[in-house]
């Protein structure tokens, strides 16, 4: 049983560069999560698709990030134009279809961490 | 809006000991689920333990308890027989639903390092 997995793991990047970061979630799991996780903080929600619907974004995601789930499988999220603010580690979780467990779980993957010079 | 707070930046205790993480959280919601996740030096978030918010009983997993006071809002992470992997982040989180993980809000965390 594979669990989350996200690539790269690392991404160095020059400020105003695009990066995409790809998350491929637990296969039978339909719902998909997007968090940012700076230095020292707990991980911020940014995004949420149940299947390939793109359900709930926080104010955090500003007109430069853009993220999809075109299949309802893997998903990628796409930073343009980077900031040095953007430095961070991007956690991708996964969840199976909502009352098919009992506590609503995240499985999370090991994230992909972005340093913007 | 939920929130979520950690007083505790930094936490020690002795191999075998028990130690109480703090977690307190606010929301004006009556439906709720609060959850305690590990997070070693890897990176990845590891889930430990769920309390609903209408559950009468203390959540329990292994070594991991959950002292659930809904009057106070403080969800607390006893640990207990301490262990050296135990030495991690650990972050309490609130998500909006009773019985759905969706949207967590994450506290700002408690460094835990175990002693020899």
């Known amino acids: 049983d594979t669990g989350v997995s996200q690539d790269p793991r690392h991404k160095i990047t020059k400020r105003g560069q695009n990066v995409t970061f790809r998350c491929d979630p637990i296969s039978e799991h339909n719902r998909l999560y997007w968090y940012r996780q700076t230095l020292g903080q707990g991980p911020e929600f940014l995004t949420y698709f149940q299947n390939e619907a793109q359900l709930e974004k926080s104010r955090l995601l500003s007109d430069r990030f853009s993220a999809e789930r075109p299949k309802g499988s893997f998903s990628t999220l796409e930073i343009q134009r980077t900031e040095q603010g953007d430095s961070a580690m991007y956690l991708c979780?996964?969840?199976?279809?909502?009352?098919?467990?009992?506590?609503?779980?995240?499985?999370f993957g090991e994230g992909s961490r972005l340093t913007v010079l | 809006a939920q929130k979520i707070t950690q007083t505790q930046p930094g936490m020690f205790v002795q191999e075998k000991e028990a130690v109480t993480l703090d977690c307190t959280y606010d929301t004006s919601d009556p439906s709720y689920g609060l959850f305690w996740y590990k997070q070693p030096s890897s990176g990845e978030m590891i889930f430990l333990i769920y309390?609903?918010?209408?559950?009468?009983q203390n959540a329990t997993e292994g070594r991991y308890s959950l002292n659930f006071q809904k009057a106070r809002k403080s969800a607390n992470l006893v640990i207990s027989a301490s262990q050296l992997g135990d030495s991690a982040m650990y972050f309490c989180a609130m998500s909006p639903h009773y019985n759905a993980g969706n949207m967590l809000t994450f506290g700002g965390g408690t460094r835990l390092m175990v002693k020899p």
């Open positions: 309390q609903g918010s209408y559950d009468q």
């Open positions: 979780a996964s969840s199976p279809p909502s009352g098919s467990v009992d506590t609503g779980e995240l499985f």
